[in-house]
Nanobody, 115 residues
């Protein structure tokens, strides 16, 4: 049974930083893509960032230059470094792993940016 466990969410003031982590437990093979999504209240889930097994990355325009996605393949872990946070970044953040045997989702971690 594969589970994705997220950590690192919380409350931060505007301009602050947080680092999210998402680690897979259980037997998981060949994670092709690791992604971070977010969902704000009343909004649709939005793809924030993605990274391939080769290290190629892409970001939604609203976070470019502020967020950095990275992965540790040996640990089956993906990270999201979030800097210069804004109130509009407030959301529940979810990780998603895509493998040859299907996709997996984390349970979500709340990020709140407010003064």
């Amino acid at each position: 049974q594969v589970q994705l466990v997220e950590s690192g969410g919380g409350w931060v003031q505007p301009g602050g930083s947080l680092r999210l982590s998402c680690a897979a437990s259980g037997r998981i093979f060949s994670i092709a893509i690791m992604r971070w999504y977010r969902q704000a209240p009343g909004e649709q889930r939005e793809l924030v960032a993605a990274i391939t097994s080769g290290g190629d990355t892409n970001y939604v325009d609203s976070v470019k230059g502020r967020f950095t996605i990275s992965r540790d393949n040996a640990k089956n872990t993906v990270y999201l470094q979030m800097n210069s946070l804004k109130p509009e970044d407030t959301a529940v953040y979810y990780c998603n792993f895509v493998t040859g045997r299907g996709g997996y989702w984390g349970q979500g971690t709340q990020v709140t940016v407010s003064s």
